[in-house]
């Protein structure tokens, strides 16, 4: 999230937050507004100029300004591309947090909650709902520079997210790598922006001392490891994103999310992504690690 201009020099950043209803942008808002930003939620994207500006001038002390944006802002989306225009020639580089979660997981939070989905409208289906939402929202996403995937988030993690990504923008640190384990069987994880596919290494599950354990533990580790594949693999993904990382860095984007994944998510893609991180991090880059279904039942 490499912030220009003025506002760069200032120390001060603007983030706008949106993303599918239900997937957390109330949340993200309030973890923002620990880190000391100014938010405001559901501000017509007209007005966000005025905000901003007004904000710099009443406190030089605040760090930012966090925009909440949904589907409901109904002048936001025909406006946005000039709003953020006009910010940008005054200084100041929108950055766009998006918060996503799969359809099913969204539809529960609705049926859980007994609210209605903000864009239901004339008998409309929670999931048809969300899924115009989607498609309202395509635009928004692509320009994101941090897409949180909500769906197994904890409220604990998504603080950690954000607060890595935000220290990160304040401190002008290398950019933050995202490793995430998941397993295929359960599909993919929301907003990754590449994905390995490791089910080419032999499976410990297939190992019956190994098939209760998991890639945290040092036995199934030792396993993995050991073949010439695993090791080779490793160091070509870092050779690989050692080439990406500074490409993407140079197109405005702090945080890069990557998915490796096995089959069900619990031994060879827990490993792999540990062994990426050390090496990663060894080669100078500010590496995490988020396992998403390491805890779900065995394959």
């Known amino acids: ?134 498609l309202a929202l395509a635009e928004i996403r ?36 995202s490793l995430v384990s998941f397993g295929y069987k359960y599909g993919h994880p929301v907003g990754l922006d590449l994905v390995f596919d490791v089910r080419f290494l032999p499976n410990p599950f297939f190992v019956p001392e190994l098939r209760e354990l998991t890639g945290t533990d040092a036995r199934v580790r030792d396993f993995v490891m050991s073949q010439p594949e695993a090791r080779h693999f490793v160091e070509e993904v870092t050779r690989l994103l050692g080439f990406l990382i500074p490409l993407y860095r140079r197109e405005g984007k702090s945080y890069l999310s990557i998915g490796l994944g096995c089959t069900g998510g619990r031994h060879r893609s827990p490993v792999v992504v540990r062994a990426l991180r050390d090496s990663l991090a060894h080669e100078g880059f500010e590496v995490e690690i988020r396992d998403h279904d390491l805890e779900r039942d065995a394959q």
């Open 1 to 134: 999230m490499t912030i220009s201009g003025s506002s760069a020099d200032l120390g001060f950043h603007l983030f706008i937050v949106t993303g599918v209803s239900g997937s957390g942008r109330g949340s993200a808002m309030r973890v923002l507004e620990d880190l000391g930003f100014y938010c405001v939620d559901n501000l017509p994207v007209a007005l966000a100029r005025s905000v901003v500006h007004l904000v710099r001038q009443h406190d030089a002390t605040i760090p930012g300004v966090a925009l909440g944006i949904d589907a409901r802002e109904r002048l936001f989306f025909p406006q946005w591309p000039q709003a953020f225009a006009e910010l940008e020639r005054d200084g100041f580089k929108p950055q766009v947090i998006f918060l996503n979660a799969s359809d099913d997981v969204l539809a529960r939070r609705y049926s859980e909650s007994r609210r209605p989905h903000p864009l239901a409208e004339g008998g409309m289906s929670v999931v048809e709902s969300i899924r115009r939402e989607r």
């Open 142 to 177: 692509e320009r994101a520079s941090l897409v949180i995937d909500t769906t197994t988030t904890t409220i604990h993690q998504l603080r950690e997210i954000i607060t890595a990504a935000v220290l990160g923008t304040r401190t002008g640190s290398n950019m933050t790598v």
